[in-house]
């Protein structure tokens, strides 16, 4: 793992990071790797305009090839409604761009891998937004064991769907199965 330091906030980039990059770069070209990272910057300054509104601040970014993950710092209570809110932001921020995009007659890659982006990261794992609300949400309620194993049957079934992307449609649909797996793999060791 590395480690630096940008404006007073910890920046933990992990190995995965580049695993996964290197496979965006086997498999796709420049200019939609540019997009796909300009789409994740939009996402991350959803969430971080929510946090800014919320009277929160950054403790650390955490890099993987998962995603990007901000830690905020500890002091007092964050409320649930808060944290939801600064959960959803994200996906919300590439949702606005789709619709603008699409209601300006944009069409291309930019504005469909913002929606996908949106849709990606509300799906039921730990680590992705999606997951996140559910533990939020949940998390001291009679509800949370149930919601748990919910999450896991969901990961379950998100890795056999992707196993059998790759049976059907061959090596293209391979970091879809490497993504899910490494998902599954992290909500496990939560």
């Known amino acids: 793992m590395i480690r630096i330091r940008i404006c007073g906030t910890d920046v933990r980039i992990h190995f995965s990071f580049f695993v996964f990059n290197a496979l965006i770069f086997l498999f796709r070209s420049s200019s939609l790797i540019l997009a796909f990272y300009t789409v994740c910057a939009l996402h991350e300054a959803g969430h ?5 509104l919320c009277g929160g601040r950054v403790r ?3 890099i993987s ?7 905020t710092r500890k002091g007092g209570t ?4 808060s944290s939801v809110f ?3 932001s994200g996906p919300a ?6 619709s603008v995009m699409k209601l300006a007659g944009c069409g291309g890659i930019f504005p469909l891998l913002n929606l996908s982006a949106a849709v990606y990261n509300m799906l039921p794992y730990y680590s992705l937004d999606g997951g996140a609300v559910i533990a939020c949400i949940t998390e001291g309620r009679a509800c949370e064991r149930t919601a748990a194993l919910a999450v ?4 379950i079934m ?3 769907l992707s196993a059998a992307a790759v049976l059907r449609c061959g090596i293209t649909a391979l970091p879809l199965l490497i993504a899910s797996a490494a998902l599954y793999t992290g909500d496990i060791r939560r």
């Open 48 to 52: 971080l305009a929510a946090l800014a």
């Open 60 to 62: 650390a970014v955490e």
């Open 65 to 71: 090839g998962a995603g990007i993950r901000i830690v």
């Open 78 to 81: 964050f409320p649930t409604r």
């Open 86 to 88: 600064v959960l959803l």
């Open 93 to 98: 921020a590439n949702i606005a761009v789709y």
């Open 152 to 155: 896991k049957a969901m990961g």
């Open 158 to 160: 998100m890795t056999a």
